[in-house]
């Protein structure tokens, strides 16, 4: 456990090192400032078009984190050759991914924790409340979907050939879960077959991210989720989590470091 | 003395993924032993098989058939590198990471006590001279630093073994010597060192023993003094009669 | 890196392309579909109206305080709505008005009805199948807003931002401008319902939809019965010129404005004139039935009044 925080430590560092997170906080920050200042039909009560504004900010800023910050770890290190000393201390492959895998997570919560107490402080500002339980199932489960996108990129950056294209794929996959993943059973519904067995089987298949998306809830109060539904998502998402680090750590075992 | 670094029958093919691409041969039934102690020099013209035993070694390659140990542990177990250092050709650290940073993080990765860390980071920074640096992040440091920074690393577990991969390629005469000197002084203080080098008078100058290897097959093990006697010539000559080079040369 | 950003351009482009196409081929299902002689135009046009329309569903979206089919669902949700406002057609006048303003703002005049409840249904799967076809459509309803109910006391300024920008994008997107004018009226704003009446106006003149929710605010917020007639029967005047000489006209408008001359008239006690826009109603009207029984009421209280 010692070794993979060890290798954790040093892909948080390498985060808060890098610009990445501060422009995207800056850029967060201003265009919901920006938002924050237009002023529709004179009303100052109206509150639940900035915090969409600023929530959405925060997941897009979350998502290109997690996924440039995973995309580019088992690449850079094979690319920099920093993994051949690394691999030459008494540390397995598969402890080395995990460790890739916690430090991207962590830092992932990390950059969350910051975003999101920007969002509270926005959201109060606006509408002089603070529902706290309901801001931590909302991260906590936002989190929870950063883990199951980290392990996939994770899986991604070893069996795709460049950064770039886990990047875009990531991207397209992510969104397309969120956007279309919970339909793919009402379209599979109206398909002839095989495709329509094909898609309904897909849909049984892919982690349903949309499970882990609060953002209606906070914006719109809705009272918190029962903590027992927010448990078994966890578990569902630990369990996507699980298979795709299986994964991940099979292929990179396999793979040629050269 | 016991061996600490063996190799059995070791052999390495590496398979091309194209179709009809022939298998190349690596490494061909390779046994080698280095006994604690040695300073221990492995020659060859690239292309010989020193690549590919020293990942091995480290792991990052499966061998075919055969097995390679040390300290009698399989090196296919991570565990059998808790006592060695490695010090690859080229510097390959995390640039964003300062010198003590860097220690700390191979440290833990050797699940060193914390106090014995500091101690070590502390010793280590001294012996390679990088003391005022050691705040610095890697990326500023110039090609020798990053190569000391390197020796410090392979050495932050007081190894009992230490790999070199071309130590000294790349750097000035200064930078040479400095290494040397580290060599050196880790002979004396009894460790066992494994190093492969193009620099055969550096090898006949540090070396206790050596082996040659060409086209995957070791063509030649034993100790220095022995062969320099044996056959009344520089160690380069030597060399380079045995990899088939004197036939061709002038006289 | 040049690499990278060509490829994002081409799947931003992509991705626009495509909702393009998608949003075209929708219109080309229903009757009003967009019609124009460039491509481009026709392109760039529907791609301000796409996202205009997406602000209007989020505005939608908002009301019902984040309980929103998807693209999905809508149309079983679209089909659910339209037998509703059947069914309702006439009962409450101006209510009637908006039932078009959007798929559901019909629903917002109901909410605003104490007598019409919908109730804490299901808002998924066009309000039916409550328990969802499968573990994960049931287990994802714990997570989603799932229960149908509005924006009430106040709150509905939230859906005002979606809809001004709705109308900043796509200067003629009409529904735009007459349910943030609704809505500002019911907010107790008439003045910046006017004035936003009057923006739309000038990217649009003469528009009858307009005019008839200008109407509204003088009949309703200012009691100008008398601005208010002449406004109605300026969007009737600018409606038959229009419309009135088409095969299919659009009949929706033309029964607001009636409704709301009916309404008008009612107050005025000018039962005569009344009868006269009931009748006119009739003609136009998908419930005639309903409006006849209305005539009928009308007649017996002008029978009384003799």
């Known amino acids: 456990m010692n070794k993979i925080l060890a290798v954790a430590n040093v892909v948080i560092k390498e985060l808060y090192r890098r610009k990445d997170f501060y422009v995207l906080f800056i850029l967060t920050v201003l265009i919901t400032g920006l938002a924050g200042s237009l002023r529709f039909f004179d009303d100052e009560r109206i509150a639940r078009f900035l915090k969409e504004v600023c929530l959405s900010l925060i997941w897009l800023s979350a998502l290109v984190v997690a996924v440039t910050t995973t995309a580019r770890q088992i690449p850079a290190e094979r690319e920099s050759r920093t993994i051949f000393p690394l691999l030459a201390k008494p540390i397995s492959r598969t402890q080395v991914l995990l460790g890739k895998f916690a430090g991207c997570w962590l830092a992932s919560g990390i950059a969350l924790l910051v975003l999101y107490v920007f969002f509270a402080i926005v959201s109060a500002s606006k509408e002089h409340a603070f529902p706290a339980v309901n801001y931590v199932q909302a991260l906590w489960m936002h989190w929870q979907m950063l883990g199951i996108v980290i392990a996939m990129t994770l899986l991604g950056s070893i069996v795709l050939t460049t950064p770039a294209a886990n990047v875009t794929i990531m991207f397209v996959v992510t969104t397309g879960i969120l956007f279309v993943g919970p339909y793919l059973n009402k379209v599979a519904a109206k398909m002839t077959e095989p495709s329509g067995s094909i898609l309904s089987a897909l849909y049984f298949a892919i982690p349903h991210l949309e499970f882990f998306d609060f953002r209606n809830r906070i914006v719109h109060g809705w009272p918190p989720v029962d903590w027992k539904y927010v448990g078994a998502a966890t578990a569902y998402g630990w369990a996507y989590l699980a298979i795709f680090l299986l994964a991940a750590c099979v292929a990179f075992r396999r793979k040629a470091l050269n | ?251 | 890196m040049r690499k990278q950003i060509l490829f994002a351009a081409f799947l931003f482009v992509a991705c626009f392309s495509l909702a393009v196409t998608m949003e075209l081929w929708r219109g080309g299902m229903t009757k009003d579909a967009a019609r124009s002689d460039s491509t481009l135009a026709m392109i760039f046009g529907e791609g301000r109206t796409l996202i205009a329309n997406s602000f209007i569903a989020k505005a939608d979206a908002y009301f019902h305080r984040g309980n929103y089919p998807s693209i999905f669902e809508s149309q079983r949700v679209e089909e659910n709505h339209m037998a509703e406002a059947a069914d309702d057609d006439d009962s409450h006048p101006e209510e009637a008005d908006h039932h078009d303003h959007s798929e559901h703002e019909h629903d917002a005049e109901h909410c605003t009805d104490p007598t019409h409840s919908h109730g804490d249904h299901d808002h998924e799967g066009g309000h039916s199948d409550a328990n969802g076809s499968d573990w994960i459509e049931r287990f994802g309803k714990h997570f989603r807003a799932n229960k149908h109910v509005h924006l009430e006391a106040g709150e509905e300024r939230e859906m005002l931002p979606w809809l001004r920008l709705s109308a900043e994008v796509d200067r003629s997107s009409i529904e735009s401008y007459t349910v943030a004018a609704y809505w500002l009226r019911r907010l107790g704003k008439p003045e910046e319902a006017e004035q936003f009446i009057r923006s739309g106006l000038r990217s649009n003149p003469q528009n009858p939809d307009l005019l008839n929710e200008l109407a509204w605010l003088q009949f309703e917020s200012r009691k100008d019965f008398v601005r208010a007639r002449n406004l109605w029967h300026a969007a009737l005047r600018r409606w038959v010129e229009s419309e009135g000489m088409k095969e299919k006209p659009d009949t929706t408008v033309v029964s607001k404005i009636l409704r709301g001359l009916i309404e008008l008239e009612m107050k005025e006690e000018r039962w005569d004139v009344v009868l006269k826009y009931l009748e006119q109603l009739k003609v136009f009207s998908p419930n005639p039935e309903s409006v006849q029984k209305r005539i009928d009421t009308v007649r017996e209280k002008m029978n009384e009044g003799r």
């Open chain 2, 1 to 251: 003395m016991g061996a600490i670094l063996r190799t059995e029958k070791l052999r390495v093919e590496y398979r091309s993924r194209e179709l009809r691409a022939e298998t190349k041969l690596a490494l061909k039934e390779l046994n080698l032993t280095v006994n604690a102690g040695e300073v221990f020099g492995f020659l060859g013209p690239n292309g010989a098989g020193k690549t590919t035993t020293m990942n091995v070694l480290l792991g990052y390659v499966n061998p075919t058939a055969g097995d390679a140990f040390l300290f009698d542990v399989s090196v296919k177990n991570p565990i059998a590198r808790q006592r060695i250092g490695y010090l690859p050709e080229l510097t390959y650290y995390y640039k964003f990471l300062t010198a003590e940073e860097l220690l700390r993080f191979y440290a833990r990765i050797f699940d060193l006590p914390r106090s014995e860390t500091e101690k070590r980071i502390d010793q280590l920074l001294k012996l390679v001279e990088l003391e005022h640096a050691r705040k610095r992040p890697i990326r500023t440091y110039s090609k020798g630093m990053q190569q000391r920074a390197g020796i410090a690393q392979a050495l932050i577990n007081n190894p009992d073994l230490l790999l070199l991969d071309e130590p000294t390629s790349g750097l000035d005469p200064l930078g040479r010597m400095k290494v040397r000197e580290i060599i050196q002084r880790l002979k004396d203080e009894g460790k066992t060192v494994f190093f492969s080098s193009h620099e055969l008078g550096e090898v006949e100058t540090v070396c206790d023993r050596v082996a040659i290897l060409h086209n995957g097959e070791l063509k030649m093990e034993g100790r220095v003094s022995d062969l320099l006697a044996q056959y009344q010539t520089s160690l380069e000559q030597i060399f380079l009669k045995i990899v088939g080079y004197s036939a061709q040369a002038p006289a």
